[in-house]
């Protein structure tokens, strides 16, 4: 989960790892048509043009951990054709092209049309999955939130606000364990199945509610004592700057999208 | 005595919305720059209330009324911002969980200043001298949680002194740490008395803690009335039994030395730190040799603190009683950890133990695979010759009760009758016979008016003795509980522990995990000391405190045993650690 934390410190890392310089909005702008464009497309190269393009900027442009790596390398192909069967599995038959029989088994057929239609939809998620990358590694929290603050003028309360509440979730996430403890202890484990897990999951809901309102109030407090909020505008000791290599970036990246469109609408008949 | 005041509370009083009480009511005091003034009050008086409002938080941010004027630095804190008096003001607050907002030490403490708007190399350098202060500067690259408690604490001092406020408020500072957190807060804040640039109020119950490093009292009486302002000295000396009957706490010395005057012990001027006691002590020609069995038992006030003679001193005489608890070569890993090392003990039945340890040493996992709450190894474990490790939840549920240290978690009900019932409904007690034991439950803890109410309503007292009540409901012999005292003030911990101690009385094996070390002397017969995952030492009270076990296991012995080994003159008196045990 290294790779998520949103307080990770920022590196330099090689002149060539270019990703981690750009402003997190130039990433996130520059992926985002594409990513809205993915999910609207059926066929199967545009999915893997774009992956192929988001993967090539990932190995050039960023450093990332090798668990990461190994995640996308081995995870991705797995997570690929086990999603391609499951959809070819769920999709119509009616729907598809069946001239091609691959599997029969009793009344059931699997037509080669189902999965070429399930692969399609599992190269759209890894798509759009990895685009998410190239924004989601390259960049840490606090500097998104601050490229919203001065960027886009989200006001810093919000924002800062936001980041201070992901402090919440590691905390809550022990108190949750804590409270089950207490409740094994107290014989409600009872029960096997769904309704009883939910039943079980109700109980949790307020003690930890109860908690959290209590830990929120408190750091509202030491945030207010902290002049939080006191002013319009706060020192950023870290500005995050939209230049040129951002527009650069962003140009680029919108220019090869749409050359990727156009030649797979033209190419394919 | 020309000298501006920093801080002028005039007529301060202060309801909060959803109360009647004024509490502070009517409070006035002045301090000057340069001053360190203790603020105490039994609890309930508004201390805290009071404390938040000297930053402008009540009323700006705590729904409540107030009356009186509080002037900072010639601003009043109603009509100036919470914002703007954070300049001159910085306050530090009880939790050090709930004051970090940022994910590294130095932005954190850059935090504060950035929202004054403050330029860059400014925010640096102010951030840069706080952390070396308080000796963080090294980790500042840091995730804050990866500090100790009482590093995260400091870590608060560094972001108030980075506001640059003259008046620093630091509300409770210790009541969450553990001993060895308690003296590096104290270590630091006694280098900025030292300094002598800021001004401190400080709200705290550990008197043995503070008492050296204040000049200042104010004491808040019950109903939140101004009761005493003056030199520190004279206000705890000078007052001793209105203070005792507010239901202030004392220094563990001067409450030593009060006992010893009443049974004869000529002491000319009470003391109010242990080398103080030390030296009074040395002072007098002649004392009694001890032990001595015959105690004085007419000093109300001081049986506050020593409720427990008679459990100390009766339940270890219990020879050949029962074995309640066997533990057996308990080894506990977690991942790749390993939490506990063959711990090997054997509490008898009727004891009432602490287990100690500095963070991390165990404590709390020994308690949990004791109860199973976290199954320990098969075999390993005995409470009542039952195996935690196999036992379904009924049958562990009749021979050991846990108390979580909050107890909100184990509330499963939404009644507090039926949160009584709910463990003999689990056993599937006869429904009469349920209906006639929470009666008697409810009575027992006092909680008789109180059973159709929702248990998260209750009081914080309430809702501890609910818990503990819960517990003891299947007929359990042992009951154990998790740092049952943390974060409370002394009064609501002594509530606590004179239940404890009246249940043990009554046969119930107790066990308890807790820092609180005078807590330990004046309660517990018997004390189990852990260190990194081994049982270091496991014996009475009297003998274990008085070894060196406690400071080999990183912790340090409460601070009558810290007078009493001072004493040169009287070598049968300095292994005395309990007030119990003085003459």
Not at chain 2, 89 to 100: E, L, R, T
Request: aromatic fraction near 6%; glycine fraction near 8%; proline fraction near 6%.
């Amino acid at each position: 989960m290294t790779t998520l934390d949103p307080y990770r410190e920022r590196v330099e890392y090689a002149p060539i790892r270019f990703l981690h310089r750009l402003n997190p909005l130039a990433k996130i702008g520059a992926t985002l048509p594409a990513m809205g464009f993915l999910l609207f497309t059926r066929d199967i190269v545009t999915p893997l043009a774009f992956l192929a393009l988001a993967l090539v900027l990932l190995i050039i442009g960023a450093h990332l951990p090798w668990r990461l790596w190994l995640a996308l390398g081995l995870g991705m192909p797995v997570l690929v054709s086990f999603m391609t069967l499951s959809f070819a599995i769920w999709v119509d038959p009616d729907k598809v092209d069946r001239a091609v029989t691959l599997l029969t088994i009793g009344d059931y057929r699997l037509y080669l049309g189902s999965v070429l239609v399930g692969l399609a939809t599992a190269a759209r998620l890894m798509a759009i999955l990895t685009l998410g990358l190239l924004a989601g590694t390259t960049s840490t929290g606090p500097d998104l939130v601050r490229a919203m603050v001065q960027q886009l003028r989200v006001p810093y309360r919000i924002g800062y606000t936001a980041l201070a509440a992901y402090r919440f979730v590691p905390r809550f996430g022990h108190e949750l364990q804590v409270i089950r403890s207490a409740h094994r202890v107290r014989g409600m484990a009872g029960g096997r199945g769904p309704i009883a897990g939910v039943r079980r999951y109700l109980g949790y809901v307020v003690p930890l509610l109860a908690g959290a309102i209590r830990h929120a109030e408190r750091v509202a407090l030491a945030m207010d004592a902290r002049a939080f909020g006191a002013h319009a505008s706060r020192t950023e000791r870290h500005l995050v700057p939209f230049r040129s290599r951002d527009w650069v970036f962003m140009a680029l990246f919108l220019a090869a999208s749409a050359a990727i469109v156009l030649f797979i609408e033209r190419s394919l008949p | 005595m020309t000298t501006k005041p920093l801080l002028e509370v005039r007529g301060v009083r202060i309801r909060h919305d959803d109360r009647e009480a004024w509490t502070p009511d009517d409070v006035s005091f002045t301090v000057t720059p340069g001053e360190v003034v203790l603020l105490l009050g039994p609890s309930g008086s508004g201390k805290s209330t009071l404390a938040l409002a000297l930053n402008g938080l009540v009323p700006h941010a705590v729904p409540a009324t107030r009356e009186g004027t509080v002037t900072v630095a010639g601003k009043s804190t109603v009509t100036a911002t919470v914002g703007q008096l954070s300049a001159h003001v910085a306050m530090v607050f009880q939790d050090p969980d709930s004051q970090i907002v940022t994910g590294t030490l130095m932005d954190e403490v850059c935090f504060g200043p950035e929202n004054l708007r403050l330029p860059v190399d400014d925010v640096l350098a102010r951030a840069e001298r706080a952390l070396r202060q308080v000796g963080l500067w090294e980790r500042r690259g840091e995730n804050p949680d990866r500090l100790s408690g009482g590093g995260r604490q400091r870590l608060a001092i560094a972001c108030a002194l980075a506001l640059g406020s003259p008046l620093i408020v630091l509300d409770e500072p210790t009541a969450n740490l553990d001993p060895a957190g308690i003296d590096e807060v104290y270590a630091v804040l006694r280098s900025l008395v030292e300094e002598g640039d800021h001004t401190i109020v400080l709200v705290e119950h550990n008197l043995d803690a503070a008492i050296d490093l204040v000049d200042r009292a104010v004491v808040i009486d019950h109903s939140g009335r101004l009761a005493f302002d003056g030199p520190v000295r004279s206000v705890l000396l000078d007052n001793v039994d209105a203070l005792l009957a507010m239901g202030v706490w004392l220094p563990v010395s001067t409450l030593a030395a009060l006992r010893l005057r009443e049974a004869g012990v000529p002491i000319a001027e009470l003391p109010l730190t242990p080398s103080e006691l030390a030296a009074a002590l040395d002072e007098v020609p002649s004392l009694v040799e001890l032990p001595v069995v015959e105690r004085s038992r007419d000093l109300d006030e001081l049986d506050l603190v020593s409720r427990s003679t008679t459990t100390g001193a009766g339940s270890t005489t219990g020879e050949g009683s029962a074995t309640a608890i066997s533990v057996k070569n308990l080894t506990v890993s977690r991942g790749k950890a390993t939490l506990l090392r063959h711990v090997s003990l054997d509490i008898a039945a009727g004891e009432f133990t602490a287990i100690v340890g500095v963070n991390g040493a165990g404590k709390t996992t020994l308690l949990q695979a004791i109860a199973g709450v976290v199954a320990p190894p098969r075999g390993a474990v005995s409470v009542g010759g039952l195996d935690p490790a196999t036992a379904d939840v009924r049958a562990l549920a009749a021979s050991i009760g846990f108390v979580f240290q909050n107890p909100e978690h184990q509330f499963v009900r939404t009644t507090v009758a039926d949160e009584l019932a709910h463990g003999l409904e689990i056993a599937r007690v006869d429904r009469v016979e349920i209906g006639s034991r929470v009666d008697a439950m409810l009575e027992r803890f006092g909680l008789g008016a109180e059973r159709d109410v929702h248990p998260f309503l209750l009081s914080g007292g309430q809702k501890r003795r609910l818990s503990v009540g819960t517990a003891l409901i299947a007929g359990a012999p042992v009951l154990a509980l998790d740092e049952p005292t943390f974060g409370q003030d002394r009064e609501r911990a002594a509530a606590l522990l004179d239940l404890l101690a009246q249940l043990n009385d009554e046969g119930t094996t107790v066990l308890v995990v807790t820092h609180d070390m005078q807590l330990v002397a004046d309660y517990a017969s018997s004390v189990a000391i852990l260190r990194d995952g081994e049982l270091l030492s496991f014996g009475d009270t009297a003998t274990t405190l008085a070894g060196n076990a406690l400071e080999q296991a990183g912790l340090r012995p409460p601070p009558l045993a810290q007078a009493m080994r001072a004493v040169t003159r009287h070598p049968s008196w300095r292994s005395i650690s309990r007030l119990a045990d003085l003459p």
